[in-house]
Structures are given as structure tokens and as C-alpha cells.
């Protein structure tokens, strides 16, 4: 079997957005549906890169930010949304986290906690 690459995954609501370490797009892909609760047919992957050697080992699923680093990704943000360079391209996180992050600070904040979670305050109208 081919050693494990890093692909991309992506939704239509690109909510959930971020990189998955399998052995095919199918596993990508299905790993993804498995864990973030989407059907057949509503993740699409891309090949980023194949991983080097001294990666060959790394399970499949989630991987580090030390994984994308080893595989040659260059982190532009390491806050929520992160934002990772290969090359000229460029792979922003889904946004749901950061959404619930935020909501959480608000929270935080209101109850006088302050904002653990290091987002701005939602802007009311």
C-alpha cells in the first residue's frame, strides 16, 4: 500500500474545512464524514502532498501542526481560522470553530471572565 498523503477536505458551507492524513481520497473523505456527521457526497478532497518518508508511519485522520510543518506546510496563522501555505496555495480552516469560539467569549465575557478564547467581540446591530 502507497504511504499516507495529506489531503484537503472541503464542504459546500466550507464550515468545517481542514486537512486529513489517509491513504486514498476515499479515506479522506470518509474519515471526514465519519467525524464531523456529513452524508455521502458532501465532502470533496483534494491532494495537497504526498508525505515524506519520515511520515510514512503517521496514522491516519487528524493530523498535527507539527504533521503539516514535517510535510511541508507553512502555518500563515496558527489562531482560529489557521491559514497554512504549500507553496504558492493557500488552505483556510473552517469556520464553525472560530464561529463557536467567538460565541463562547461573548459568553465568557458577559458572565465577566473575559476572553479565553482570544476572539473579537461579535458586533451587535
Known sequence: MPGPKLYWCTTS????????????????????????GYGAGDVQTKLVVGLP????ELPSGWPTNEAIVAAGGRFLRL?????????EETF?????????????DD???????????????????
Open 13 to 36: 458551507g466550507q464550515s468545517d474545512d481542514w486537512f486529513v492524513v489517509a491513504h486514498s481520497a476515499r479515506e479522506a473523505s470518509r474519515f471526514f464524514r465519519d467525524e464531523e
Open 53 to 56: 518518508e519520515k511520515l510514512s
Open 79 to 87: 489562531e482560529t481560522p489557521r491559514c497554512v501555505a504549500f507553496g
Open 92 to 104: 483556510t480552516e473552517g469556520t464553525f470553530d472560530f464561529k463557536r469560539a467567538t460565541v463562547m
Open 107 to 125: 459568553l465568557f465575557e458577559a458572565d465577566g471572565k473575559g476572553r479565553p478564547n482570544g476572539t473579537r467581540r461579535t458586533e451587535l446591530a
